[in-house]
Each structure stands twice: as C-alpha cells, then as structure tokens.
C-alpha cells in the first residue's frame, strides 16, 4: 500500500521547540498534524494485515531540514495516526517488523511523504 502525505511535517526540533514553550502547545502542534495525517489516512478502505514493513520517503523542498529530524517528527505522527485510525492495532514491536527504512528526495514544487507499507501475507 502507497501512502501519500501531500504536505511537509514537522520535524522533530520544531516539536521539541513547542513543548518547551509550553506543554500545552506542543500537544497541539502534534495533535493539529496527527489530525490533518488522518484524514488522508481515512481515504484508505481498510485496516492493515500485521506486522508490516514501512519504507518511509522524506520528499523536501529543499536540504535545509537534517533528515534524522525529518524523519523523527514524521515517524511519530503518522505511526499515531496510522493507530488512531485503526489501520494499525499498535505500533509496537509486534506490529511493525525490521527494517524500517527511509530515502530522501528534493522536489521544491511538491514536498510530501511518501509511506510505503508491505502487510503480512495471508
């Protein structure tokens, strides 16, 4: 299953950067991009066959962001999302197998995440 996430997340140090402004600010700053993911989660019509392997592509517009902050920010939103919306049980160690992979591409007109999730088999 391909999953496209038309929109830049935020990274990790900018979720870091909220919750030190105030823990109230943080838990909405990941709430109003859990909720924004979930959305186009919803467009998907099922749950998902556990554990899956995910390929993650972090699709910027351009090499400013580090990508281990990219990809940490990300990560937790869209896991979460994924959970929220019972496409997933968990994302625990049972629910998602190794490797968990990631690339990274710049395309300044389009920046996005691209999750690519490969269920179990039957």
């Given amino acids: 299953m391909k999953l496209v996430i038309p929109f ?3 990274g990790m140090n900018e979720l870091i950067d909220a919750n030190r402004n105030s823990r109230y600010q943080g838990a909405g ?3 109003y991009w859990q909720h924004r993911v979930e959305m186009v989660i919803k467009r998907k019509a ?10 993650w592509v972090w699709i910027e517009k351009d090499r400013r962001r580090d990508p ?23 994302d625990g160690w049972g629910n998602i197998q190794s ?5 990274w591409k710049v395309d300044k007109n389009h920046p996005r995440v691209e999750v690519y999730i490969q269920e179990a088999e039957e």
């Avoid at 490797?99 to 690339?103: A, N, R, V």
């Fill in 8 to 10: 830049v997340l935020p």
């Fill in 29 to 31: 700053l990941k709430k």
């Fill in 46 to 55: 099922r749950p998902l066959r556990e554990p899956v392997t995910i390929t």
């Fill in 68 to 90: 281990d902050n990219v990809a940490a920010g990300g990560k937790k939103i869209i896991l979460d999302a994924l959970v929220k919306t019972k496409f997933l049980r968990n």
């Fill in 99 to 103: 490797p968990m992979t990631d690339g």
